[in-house]
């Protein structure tokens, strides 16, 4: 069964906006990953934060993670047109294996 | 960073042949290697686990004699979809574990996928 769930499905903002995108997952994690696609291609790793870290910052991308709440969040600030893809969260078990992707959220950034 | 190179990009077939799609890490040795499928606007779904040197671990309702996967070297894995038929067409993307000690081995390597067309 499918670990992660994201939220939301779609997302549509301006160019300059946020963009906060929501991932939960049901079980115990060893880390947990945000990956994006571009429409066509394979995935490019973002970031990874690990179960007893709570943030992480790279370049304009913000991750938390909750594992209280069994959540993360990945925040995109001051977004740009090129942006617009498709972004997932992915889960690693306690022993750093069996990913399991979301089901994505579609961002577009409109110029 | 690591690369990941996945050949051929798109690929057209007729129905009932067989399709072959390579897998290779350019820049780092790979013992652990993964082939999903995705759906249009769908996340992806993993078929099997490849691991060099042994058979593949399949994911269940994935057919093993459909999806042939070998991984015959640390650095490549195939995957031959076998009298392939029309809803055998989709996204095919695979993958490939970091091995280094510093926790790369927790990151997945993504090919460019290969598009599969059976006509």
């Known amino acids: 069964s499918q670990q992660g769930e994201e939220d939301p499905q779609a997302l549509s903002i301006q160019e300059g906006e946020n963009a906060t995108m929501n991932c939960s997952y049901k079980?115990?994690?060893?880390?947990l990953q945000w990956y994006r696609q571009n429409s066509g291609r394979g995935l490019v790793h973002l970031i990874l934060?690990?179960?007893?870290?709570r943030e992480k910052h790279s370049g304009r991308l913000r991750v938390t993670l909750d594992t209280s709440k069994k959540s993360s969040s990945l925040l995109i600030t001051a977004s740009r047109a090129a942006d617009t893809a498709s972004y997932f969260c992915?889960?690693?078990?306690?022993?750093?294996?069996?990913?399991?992707f979301g089901p994505g959220t579609r961002l577009s950034v409109l110029p | 960073g690591a690369v990941v190179s996945q050949h051929p990009s798109w690929v057209i077939c007729k129905s009932g042949t067989s399709v072959k799609i390579e897998c290779r890490s350019l820049?780092?040795?790979?013992?652990?290697m993964f082939w999903y499928r995705q759906f249009p606007k769908q996340s992806l779904m993993l078929m099997a686990t490849?691991?060099?040197?042994?058979?593949?671990?399949?994911e269940q309702g994935v057919e093993k004699d459909k999806f042939l996967i070998n991984h015959a070297s640390l650095t490549l894995s195939t995957l031959t979809v076998t009298s392939a038929h029309p809803e055998d067409s989709s996204f095919y993307i695979c993958?490939?574990?970091?091995?280094?000690?510093?926790?790369?081995?927790?990151?997945?390597?993504f090919g460019a996928g290969t598009r599969l067309s059976v006509l």
């Open positions: 993958s490939a574990r970091g091995s280094g000690w510093d926790g790369t081995k927790n990151i997945q390597y």
């Open positions: 934060i690990r179960s007893n870290e």
């Open positions: 820049d780092f040795q790979a013992t652990t």
């Open positions: 490849s691991n060099e040197g042994s058979k593949a671990t399949y």
């Open positions: 992915a889960t690693a078990d306690n022993y750093g294996q069996n990913f399991v």
């Open positions: 079980t115990s994690i060893n880390n």
